[in-house]
């Protein structure tokens, strides 16, 4: 199963004036590339950015459509818990998920 391209942007704005996280920003916070600026997580080596993630999880506190059709692609795996009685699921990606959320971003993702 092919999933589609992630979005340009991090955020959206909203109709109702709210902004938004978008899938892309939500992929980016499961390995802690929304805090990049952390030391020692990004560097540049022979011209290629590279990133050591420090996390590899996202607390979705439901069952969330997009990271859905990850887990379908073999792209991400879940831990599955109750949350007020409703199901509930912990992503985490897999070693092809970071393959592909790096060839999007350019950025070669490797984990600690």
């Not at 590279?50 to 059709?69: Q, V």
């Not at 792209?75 to 990606?93: D, V």
Request: glycine fraction near 8%.
């Amino acid at each position: 199963m092919n999933v589609e391209r992630l979005p340009l942007e991090d955020y959206e704005q909203g109709e109702d004036g709210k902004t938004y996280t978008t899938f892309r920003h939500q992929l980016k916070h499961t390995v802690g590339l929304d805090y990049a600026d952390t030391p020692g997580c990004m560097y540049v080596r022979h011209g290629q950015t590279f990133f050591r993630s420090w996390r590899n999880h996202y607390d979705a506190g439901r069952i969330h459509p997009e990271f859905e059709k990850w887990v379908a692609a073999g792209l991400a795996e879940y831990s599955e818990y109750s949350n007020h009685g409703q199901p509930a699921r912990t992503y985490r990606l897999t070693k092809k998920g970071l393959e592909r959320l790096g060839a999007e971003l350019n950025v070669v993702i490797r984990e600690r």
